[in-house]
């Protein structure tokens, strides 16, 4: 009798023991006992990569029913399938598994000696040791800009260690894709970007998978903000989608013709916020339909601007900025391998040193972009614009008072900070070493606390950026293994994949499980009010995402309101500068009086409004001193605003509430040889 049971065990034994070796060979492993825990997978691929990270994730909200957490408002997850598919090699996850995931581009073997675009980003010769998975001897790396840094599981380390928004930005470059040696697929932008956004779901159904089923995993992509905060208040991390391409809904210019017009920018918009996209650039390496760029500098600034000739067959054009914002400086740098693209007889421009801004600003299509991105309640994206387009921008969004504006990873001019902050808008810095991340920091800490809000940081992860190199075992203030994670509930080891372990002080940050290393050496060069601001990134970033998706378009009181005027331009029968021009309700008409000063354009509401706010949308044709007025009877008017220095653009006035039925724009000073001329002139109650 004693026997049977015996056996029986045995039997279930060998059984239990065959289960096991399918499940490793064949999917995902046994969960160990920590399984219950509802931040450990059930199951998890084996093998794979340490998270080196222990203790319960923070839930919940602080004191004052805020979110906590750290937000990346910039990283590139799937760059991997960007620029023809062989530019970022290596993937963020593999259904076969991490060997094949975190391995090296065909041609990368065996030496790295057509490795064209390491030797082009990191210099040298391109060689390193092709393999990835178990080994990693050369790659990831803080300076290896061709490599995958953004592997689920270094992700998972980032969460655990207190991140709670990231956004991805879907990521393409046309030309790029065009130019280089290899690539495996179309060099179509939007095709890419449509597969990186299906690649992201398909990673969110992938960690559901280790968690039970739909729903159950970390990795949550949202779609909203209220979705957000809840996401975030389960303790999980908010992945929002976003574009940063060249050429959106394929608006290129060639020879300064626009390729798409507004039907193409509407079907684009409708397309990507279908996909789920929330936040985008307008655009991003080369001047397009849509606006002119931030240039970049130096040897890639070269090779971007034979890129710019390639694509629209005009190089940069510069010219001296009329304010302190400038555009990065392009210098005369030399790129061999990129001029050699160029058509015999072509070479590249030089630049004055003292004319630094694009000629290019934001064009008429990229306005439309930009109301249409406020009509769907998208967030701009306004680093990579030129100073001229993110002025114009600013002056759009501050007329409607609209908060979507976000500055993602520190390529907008610093002296718009205050404008951003000013419209609701959220700030990130790009992923710098800590002593220059706590310098910048420091240097905008007062218009954060005038503000209130808490601060981000950009990783551009996959973004061929370069990221912070290490301070050396022998640096003050080194990170010391293990460290407690900002909230406490942590306990945070050096990170180990395969054979491979990484400290933050002698590899810097390699890959995106670093994060929380990088942050604690934040903390310990500059201090616990620089961590403190960063762990309020998420609610500061669904602060401006709430408040632009609540944001509602002010009543226009003087669309289609009679209009009349001191005088109007006539040039010729078929074309009417009428005063009524003014407010139709488009800016492809405007009012134009005649060539001299003391001139006015009044406007009559109809019945008594409070007005608190006029708009006044110039034409090349501005008033440099000029006055608004208001009546309540059209004779007795009383002037609520003026100035004397007016230079031109999208003007916003704002003054006390006032009832007014009569709007007079009086002008005693032209800007120009011309007379007055006003595209639109809004009026709201304020």
């Given amino acids: 009798m004693t026997s049977r049971p015996y056996h029986r065990r045995k039997g279930v034994t060998v059984v239990s023991l065959l289960l096991l070796v399918l499940a490793v060979v064949l999917g995902p492993a046994p969960a160990t006992a920590a399984g219950n825990e509802w931040w450990v997978p059930g199951a998890r691929p084996a093998p794979d990569s340490g998270i080196n990270v222990t203790g319960a994730p923070f839930t919940g909200t602080d004191a004052k029913g805020e979110v906590r957490g750290f937000a990346d408002a910039h990283d590139h997850l799937f760059a991997n399938e960007a620029f023809g598919g062989r530019l970022i090699c290596g993937k963020v996850f593999s259904e076969a598994g991490i060997a094949d995931a975190l391995k090296d581009c065909p041609e990368h073997y065996p030496d790295g000696s057509l490795a064209v675009f390491d030797f082009i980003t990191k210099g040298g010769d391109g060689r390193h040791d092709p393999v990835g998975w178990p080994t990693f001897k050369d790659w990831p790396a803080h300076d290896s800009l061709t490599h995958q840094q953004n592997y689920y599981a270094w992700v998972e380390r980032a969460w655990r260690g207190g991140q709670r928004v990231l956004v991805n930005d879907l990521v393409t470059n046309g030309v790029i894709c065009s130019v280089y040696f290899f690539k495996d697929r179309s060099c179509d932008e939007m095709t890419s970007i449509r597969l990186q956004a299906k690649m992201t779901y398909d990673l969110q159904a ?75 650039f307008l655009c991003h390496k080369f001047d397009n339909a849509l606006c002119g760029v931030r240039f970049d500098s130096g040897s890639l600034g070269t090779a971007i601007n034979v890129g710019q000739f390639l694509s629209t067959g005009t190089f940069w054009k510069t010219e001296k900025c009329t304010g302190p914002q400038h555009d990065n400086p392009i210098g005369s740098a030399a790129a061999p391998g990129a001029e050699a693209k160029l058509p015999a007889g072509v ?125 050396g075992a022998d640096a003050p203030n080194k990170v010391t293994y293990p460290f407690r994670s900002v909230d406490g509930g942590s306990l945070i080891d050096r990170q180990t994949t395969g054979e491979r372990t990484w400290d933050l002080n002698t590899d810097g940050a390699a890959h995106y499980g670093l994060v929380p290393d990088w942050i604690e050496d934040i903390r310990l060069v500059g201090g616990q009010s620089v961590v403190n601001d960063l762990f309020r990134g998420a609610e500061s970033y669904l602060d401006t995402w709430g408040a632009t998706e609540r944001h509602r378009a002010a009543v226009n009181l003087a669309k289609g309101a009679s209009a009349t005027a001191s005088s109007t331009e006539w040039w010729n029968p078929f074309t009417s500068f009428a005063p009524s021009r003014a407010v139709d309700g488009t800016r492809d008409t405007r009012w134009a009086s005649e060539w001299s000063d003391d001139q006015w354009l009044r406007i009559d509401l109809d019945s008594t409004h409070r007005v608190g706010e006029v708009t006044l949308d110039w034409e090349r044709a501005y008033g440099k001193s000029y006055s608004v007025q208001l009546s309540t009877d059209g004779a007795n008017w009383r002037t609520v605003w003026s100035t004397t220095a007016g230079d031109g653009g999208l003007d ?24 007055y001329s006003l595209h639109e002139v809004g009026v709201h109650s304020g």
């Fill in 347 to 471: 070479s590249v421009p030089s630049y004055d040193s003292d004319a630094q801004c694009n000629v290019r600003g934001l064009t008429g299509l990229g306005e439309y972009a930009v109301r249409g991105m406020m009509k769907r309640k998208m967030m701009l994206e306004i680093d990579h614009m030129s100073v001229k387009a993110v002025g114009r921008a600013l002056d759009i969004l501050e007329s409607e008072s609209y908060p979507g504006v976000i500055s993602s990873h520190s390529w907008m001019d610093l002296n718009w900070t205050g404008r951003v902050y000013g419209l609701g808008g959220f700030i990130a810095q790009y992923m710098n070493g800590s002593e220059g991340f706590v310098a910048e920091a420091n240097r905008t800490k007062a218009l954060r606390d005038k503000y209130g809000v808490g601060y981000g940081y950009g990783t551009d992860m996959n973004g061929v950026g370069g990221w912070p190199g290490p301070r």
């Fill in 206 to 280: 992938y960690v559901d998978r280790m968690y039970g089923g739909p729903g159950k995993g970390w990795f949550r992509i949202v779609t909203d903000s209220a979705q957000a905060r809840d996401v975030i208040e389960q303790g999980k991390l908010a992945v929002v989608l976003g574009v940063e391409t060249s050429e959106p809904f394929g608006c290129k210019q060639i020879l300064d013709v626009a390729q798409c017009d507004k039907a193409d920018i509407d079907a684009g918009l409708d397309e990507l916020y279908a996909l789920g996209v929330r936040s985008m």
């Fill in 652 to 675: 916003t006035v704002r003054f006390a509430g006032t009832p007014a039925r009569y709007v007079r724009v009086a002008g005693t000073e032209r800007g120009t040889k011309w007379g």
